[in-house]
Nanobody
Framework: QVQLVESGGGLVQAGGSLRLSCVASGNFVRINSMGWFRQAPGKQRELVASISSGGKPNYANSVKGRFSISRDNDKNKTSLQMNSLTPEDTAVYYC?????????????????WGQGTLVTVSS
């Protein structure tokens, strides 16, 4: 019912920048929060940043001051600007959207995920 398409990953040198984008489509009543998670090899998936429907951001301590999340509600889009990248930021980055969808005769929450985009930071 909800599809997320990410773009913007790639290879960058340490100290460089990348911008990830994610667009949501499908049948949903509204998108509540949107966010980015990442998973490095051998590690658990972790929250990087999220943003509420009202535009309030939340960041993991490891990316505060370096990453910035934004959102365009008209386009159902979220972006993650990543600056001062380090090799420790290397991971697959996943877009997430916490949505409200029609279910039967009522509404239900649906957690949607993108397919992931690889970010590799070389030293």
């Amino acid at each position: 019912q909800v599809q997320l398409v990410e773009s913007g990953g790639g290879l960058v040198q340490a100290g460089g920048s990348l911008r990830l984008s994610c667009v949501a489509s499908g049948n949903f009543v509204r998108i509540n929060s949107m966010g980015w998670f990442r998973q490095a090899p051998g590690k658990q998936r972790e929250l990087v940043a999220s943003i509420s429907s009202g535009g309030k951001p939340n960041y993991a301590n490891s990316v505060k001051g370096r990453f910035s999340i934004s959102r365009d509600n008209d386009k159902n889009k979220t972006s993650l600007q990543m600056n001062s990248l380090t090799p420790e930021d290397t991971a697959v980055y996943y877009c997430n959207a916490y949505t409200t969808v029609v279910s039967g005769t009522g509404l239900a929450a649906m957690d949607a995920w993108g397919q992931g985009t690889l970010v590799t930071v070389s030293s």
